[in-house]
Each structure stands twice: as structure tokens, then as C-alpha cells.
């Protein structure tokens, strides 16, 4: 057993060892940056919508629907990838880097049909965020009720 | 000032992911799962909000607003009619984000091929 241990400790060096190594300032940096870009441009969105009258809630759902737009629209042209690669969480976390895991696997496997390809691997990434991001709601709808 | 508080506080929801993605090995998917939750969570005991009013979309963009949006509904249901709005009020405040990400991608995914390998 312990053998197992000891190779599975060398095994994990070798590992670190091979891996490039990350520079977590400037990832973070960039990640900074890009992320916070987005969500300005978030805001811009939203303030351009509400100059057109309408309240609050229908400018953030019209956002978050034109967000998704463009996310979706960038990675179907190669682009948000591309600048994913650059700016990493900064990419990853905004609600476009949601709607890039969504549509990254709908293209990827169009060739294994459009019911099980694009209809199913669709939700290789978002369908456990729709899973636990429900279960939470409920389970927090659920605590509200008793604890208001 | 409504810009440079939304740039700055998203900026920094993304370095948490960011260090997350770096010191955890945690993949992308997980953190995406882990912000959503945490984002519910951090609305059920009240913290989103403030940070929502704070930051304008610095708080929505990011994912943890997604969760915020799912628990706000929830309750805000419940409030409204009562144990049964928890099951009906999560998805139904997000409708409008999950709906517009499935159509437009199955969109894209008619339209765009996947690139050749390199």
C-alpha cells in the first residue's frame, strides 16, 4: 500500500513538475481586466436599455439576453476562444463565458447529429450549473419560507 | 463612476475565479458550478444584494449573478404564493438568460462548423 502512496506522491512531483508554469499575477491581472471590461460593457448595455423607458428588471434581462447574443455570436467566429486563451476567468466567468460553454460543444459535436450532437452535448458544462443553480434556489426558496 | 465600479467589482469576481482555476486545478466547469451556488447562497443570507446595488452589472455579469437571479426569484415567489413559489421561481427569473442561450446556440451550431484542429 504505502509503495502505491510513494508512487502516486512521485507521480503528482513529475506532474507539477512538467506543467507550465502559471504566473498567477499576470493571469490574474489579465483576468482583471477582461472580466471587468465585460461587465462594463454590461452596464453600458443596461443603461443604453433603460434610456428607451424601460424599468430595471427588463433592462437586465434584455442585457443578459444580449450578453448571450454576443457571447455566442464571438465564439461561432473564433474569437472568444482566442481572447479566452489571453484573458482565462476573465472569459470564463461573465455570463458570455457561460453562453461560450453552451454553444463550444453545440458546434464541436454537430457531427454526431443534431438530437444527441448538438442537442445533447449542449449541456456538457451548463447543465450541471442549471442543477446545482436550481437546487440552490429551491433549497434557498425552501429556507425563506420557514425563516422570513 | 457607475462603470468603474461595475469594471472593478466583476474584475475581481474573475480573479477569485482566476485563482481558483490556478491553485485548485479546479476545471472551468466546476468553478462556473461552484460560483452559481455560491452566488444563491450568498442572496439567501442577504450579501448579494448589497453588492448587486453597489456594482450595477459588476455583480449580474458574472456568474454568481446567474445564482443571485435564481434564489431572488425563488423567493420572491415564495413571498407571492407561499412554499409552492420555490419550485417556480428560480427558473422563471432566469427564463429569459437559459432560454436565449439555447436558441441562439443551436442557431450558431447550424450555422458555424467546428475549426480544424491545429
Not at chain 1, 459535436?109 to 449542449?122: H, L, P, S, T, W
Not at chain 2, 462556473?32 to 448579494?48: D, Q
Not at chain 2, 456594482?55 to 443571485?68: E, W
Request: glycine share 12%; net charge positive; with cysteine.
Amino acid at each position: 500500500m504505502s509503495q502505491i502512496q510513494d508512487m502516486k506522491k512521485e507521480y503528482s512531483k513529475m506532474v507539477e513538475e512538467l506543467s507550465p508554469k502559471s504566473n498567477l499575477l499576470r493571469d490574474s491581472a489579465r483576468a482583471f481586466w477582461v472580466g471587468g471590461l465585460i461587465c462594463a460593457i454590461g452596464q453600458l448595455i443596461t443603461n443604453i436599455i433603460k434610456s428607451f423607458g424601460y424599468n430595471h428588471d427588463e433592462a437586465s434581462m434584455l442585457t443578459t439576453i444580449i450578453l448571450v447574443f454576443l457571447g455566442i455570436i464571438l465564439t461561432g467566429l473564433d474569437i472568444y476562444d482566442s481572447l479566452g486563451k489571453y484573458a482565462g476567468a476573465g472569459t470564463v466567468v461573465p455570463i458570455t463565458g457561460f453562453a461560450n460553454s453552451i454553444v463550444s460543444p453545440a458546434i464541436e459535436y454537430k457531427k454526431e447529429g443534431y438530437v444527441f450532437g448538438v442537442g445533447a452535448k449542449m449541456f456538457t458544462i451548463a447543465g450541471p450549473v442549471l442543477v446545482y443553480g436550481t437546487i440552490a434556489s429551491v433549497a434557498v426558496g425552501i429556507v425563506h419560507y420557514f425563516f422570513k | 463612476m457607475e462603470y468603474i465600479k461595475a469594471f472593478i467589482v466583476g474584475g475581481a469576481i474573475c480573479v477569485i475565479g482566476q485563482i481558483l482555476i490556478d491553485k485548485t486545478k479546479l476545471m472551468s466547469g466546476r468553478i462556473l458550478v461552484l460560483f452559481v451556488v455560491l452566488g444563491a447562497v450568498l442572496h439567501g443570507i442577504g450579501l448579494y444584494e448589497p453588492l448587486v446595488n453597489f456594482a450595477g452589472a459588476g455583480a449580474t455579469v458574472p456568474l454568481p449573478g446567474f445564482g443571485y437571479s435564481l434564489a431572488k426569484g425563488a423567493m420572491e415567489e415564495v413571498d407571492k404564493m407561499g412554499l409552492k413559489g420555490a419550485f417556480t421561481g428560480g427558473i422563471k427569473s432566469t427564463a429569459a438568460g437559459i432560454t436565449a442561450a439555447i436558441v441562439f446556440a443551436y442557431l450558431a451550431a447550424l450555422i458555424f462548423n467546428p475549426k480544424a484542429k491545429d
